[in-house]
């Protein structure tokens, strides 16, 4: 049986459970997490609304409620749901998840970093949780402290490739160029596939001035994936570093071809095109 007639049966189930007994908390509980994994927000709202009205201190309808509404997109109303889920049960690491990853999403980052600070301190060994913190610190600009945060993480799950991605990214950032190839090469490695990383790595070799590996790895970003604009603006920086702009020109005109808000692209193809004197 599918997921999906799985899910629509349990809601049939429910709902016979709820003509029966019109105030079985669970069976609402039990209804709204299927509506939830349905992708049927606005029910499952509808079936946690009645749960915690028949029974107003269950931190696990307020958390659920609040799923539901980050997935719509309602975000100061899935962060109040998670402040109550947090209010009656301030030992479950999920609800600072929840609630921390929403402040991320909304740029709040300081109040990200305390809820996966509380996170960690709850379950140390919690490898995402590290990754999350991270992250927040990297959009605060605080690279060092994102580094710390990701090296934790890699050492509490080493084979996780998004972990030496950021890590990679946090190093481009503070120019250690060597390093962040490192970490590309490692994530090449756990996903031979990755067009990201091979776009990255590439780049990272760009700003070491080695135009011959920066133009291989996108020549293997855009075989991967043929729609990449990134992949082709950098492959055209690094031709055009190389010596060889008529190719540069062709490379960001396909890149801007691509993806018209390009910026970069477009103002690179002027580039070229004095150079070529045309």
């Not at 809601?11 to 992708?39: F, H, S, V």
């Not at 890699?154 to 160029?177: C, M, S």
């Not at 133009?215 to 990134?230: F, G, M």
Request: glycine share 6%; charged share 30%.
């Amino acid at each position: 049986m599918s997921l999906e007639k799985d899910l629509k049966r349990k809601i049939d189930e429910c709902t016979r459970q709820i003509k029966a007994k019109p105030n079985y908390a669970e069976a609402y509980y039990n209804r709204g997490n299927a509506y939830g994994r349905l992708g049927k927000y606005e029910l499952a709202i509808q079936d946690f609304d009645k749960v915690i009205e028949l029974k107003p201190n269950f931190d696990r309808a307020y958390n659920n409620r609040g799923n539901a509404y980050y997935d719509l997109r309602q975000f100061d109303r899935a962060i109040a749901d998670f402040d109550k889920a947090i209010e009656l049960n301030p030992n479950d690491a999920n609800y600072y998840v929840n609630r921390g990853t929403i402040y991320h999403h909304v740029k709040h980052y300081e109040l990200a970093i305390q809820d996966f600070g509380k996170v960690i301190e709850l379950v140390p060994n919690f490898d995402k949780a590290y990754n999350k913190r991270g992250n927040a610190y990297f959009n605060l600009g605080q690279f060092e402290f994102a580094i710390q945060n990701f090296n934790k993480a890699i050492e509490l799950n080493p084979n996780d490739a998004n972990y030496y991605v950021n890590r990679g990214t946090a190093y481009h950032y503070i120019k250690q160029f060597e390093l962040a190839i490192q970490d590309y090469s490692k994530v090449i490695e756990l996903v031979p596939n990755s067009a990201l990383a091979y776009k990255n790595r590439g780049w990272s070799y760009y700003c070491l001035r080695k135009y011959q590996p920066a133009i291989k790895d996108c020549d293997k970003a855009i075989a991967l994936n043929p729609n990449y604009s990134e992949a082709y603006n950098n492959r055209g920086c690094a031709y055009y570093g190389d010596g060889q702009p008529e190719k540069a020109r062709r490379d960001f005109e396909k890149a801007y071809e691509l993806n018209p808000n390009n910026t970069q692209a477009k103002n690179n193809i002027e580039v070229c095109r004095k150079a070529l004197g045309k």
